[in-house]
Nanobody, 118 residues
Framework: EVQLQASGGGLVQAGGSLRLSCAAS????????IGWFRQAPGKEREGVSC????????NYADSVKGRFTISRDNAKNTMFLQMNSVKSEDTAVYYC???????????WGQGTLVTVSS
């Protein structure tokens, strides 16, 4: 059974830090690009960051560039999102995603809520 289990969300003050984790199982994690998305109340889901399966190249949304860092530990089938200098506009449910670039097969985690207080 394929599973992506996100964790690490919670309440954090503006300017603080939080680290999200997403544990994967049931598929060959190394072969999949990974990403974090978020959905704020009343807004559409948006991409936050992604990291490739091949060369480890990363991309970030302009809104989080310089503040968030995506990483992966293939040995532990886990992905991370380090969130620093958080802002109230970072408040959202954060979802982890894995996608196989060849087949297009995609898996989603259940989401973890991040609330930034000002």
């Amino acid at each position: 059974e394929v599973q992506l289990q996100a964790s690490g969300g919670g309440l954090v003050q503006a300017g603080g830090s939080l680290r999200l984790s997403c544990a994967a199982s049931g598929f060959t994690f190394d072969d999949y690009a990974i990403g974090w998305f978020r959905q704020a109340p009343g807004k559409e889901r948006e991409g936050v960051s992604c990291i490739s399966s091949s060369d480890g190249s990363t991309n970030y949304a302009d809104s989080v560039k310089g503040r968030f860092t995506i990483s992966r530990d293939n040995a532990k089938n886990t992905m991370f999102l380090q969130m620093n200098s958080v802002k109230s506009e970072d408040t959202a449910v954060y979802y982890c995603n894995s996608i196989d670039g060849l087949s297009g097969q995609s898996y989603w985690g259940q989401g973890t809520l991040v609330t930034v207080s000002s």
